[in-house]
């Protein structure tokens, strides 16, 4: 996996979850969707958010230990 991948896979990845995390945790999406009439949406919000959460931080997981494999193999190279 080349670098720029491997940046732009942890980028995404901590973006998605710190986004996961704040309408998990906060009321942001409560609030938001109250505003918008969207509030019957609610009901499945959170069958979507949480393995959503899961995944960015497996995908920021995974890009990580790949950089951290390809650095120590190149010191050892």
Partial sequence: ???KRER???A????G???????CVTPVLVVLFGAL??????GWI???LLPALAFF???????TR?????LNAQRKG
């Fill in 1 to 3: 996996m080349s670098e």
């Fill in 8 to 10: 732009r896979q942890t």
């Fill in 12 to 15: 995404i990845g901590l973006v």
């Fill in 17 to 23: 979850a710190v986004i996961a995390a704040l309408c």
């Fill in 37 to 42: 009439g969207l509030s019957a949406a609610l």
């Fill in 46 to 48: 959170d069958y979507v």
């Fill in 57 to 63: 931080i497996a995908l920021t997981v995974q890009a």
């Fill in 66 to 70: 790949a950089r951290y494999r390809r």
